[in-house]
């Protein structure tokens, strides 16, 4: 009679051994391609660490007042800033103008009507007086120009849309696609519109 137990066999192969098994050479293929593509994030979103992107803030209220809350506030912020580098310097920052000099855009309907049709050509080529504007009546000639000035079409978008927006100014916002539409109609005009011809210009 065979007293050995039968299972004795099939129990010693399933036993773990001691001993070393090759690294599977997906696992080494895959940490590789896991380290270059963390490389590469940091090489595309650390901004090189420097000072400049990395500056220390007082406390998050700061930076998250720093940043654009939607595209609209950031093409007014962006606006308001370009205007006080250009349109600012006559028609001052509080957009009143000075009495006898330059002529308000703060409650304007030069600046308010609905289709920036007129307002665009004014901005593009100037305009020369007589001109009323809020019921009085100014005669003199703008003597700087977008064009002249050397703003590009999305800065004078962002211009005209927040001197029709601030100031207590209520008006749609201005598209860089309604200033090219007018640069193509106006071709290479570079002579001051006048109050008249200006009127002459059809609005939607
Ligand atoms: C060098 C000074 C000067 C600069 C810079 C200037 N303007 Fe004017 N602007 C004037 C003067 C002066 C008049 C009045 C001209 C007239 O009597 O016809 C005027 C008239 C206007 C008018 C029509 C009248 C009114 O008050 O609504 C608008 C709109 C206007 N400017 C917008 C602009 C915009 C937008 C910019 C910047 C792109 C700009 N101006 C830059 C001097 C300036």
Redesign the pocket.
Known sequence: MNAEPQASAPLAEAAPKVGFAAVPIWLIILTALLGYRGCMYVDQFGGGFDPKVYTPYASFKQLDDLQTKDANAEMIQRGKRR?NE??????QAGGL?TPW?????AG????TAPDPA??IR??LH??????T??GQQ?????????IT?G?SDDD?AA??TY?RQDWGNKAPAVTPAQIAAVKKETGDRAT?W??EELKAVPLK
């Not at 304007?108 to 600046?111: A, F, K």
């Not at 100037?126 to 001109?131: D, E, K, L, T, W």
């Open positions: 205007y250009t349109c600012g310097q006559c028609h103008g000099q330059f002529p308000p855009l304007s309907e030069w600046v007129r307002l004014i901005s100037a305009v020369q007086g007589p001109i504007v809020n100014w005669d003199l000639i703008m003597s700087l120009n977008a000035l703003i004078l211009i005209l001197i001051p006048t109050a």
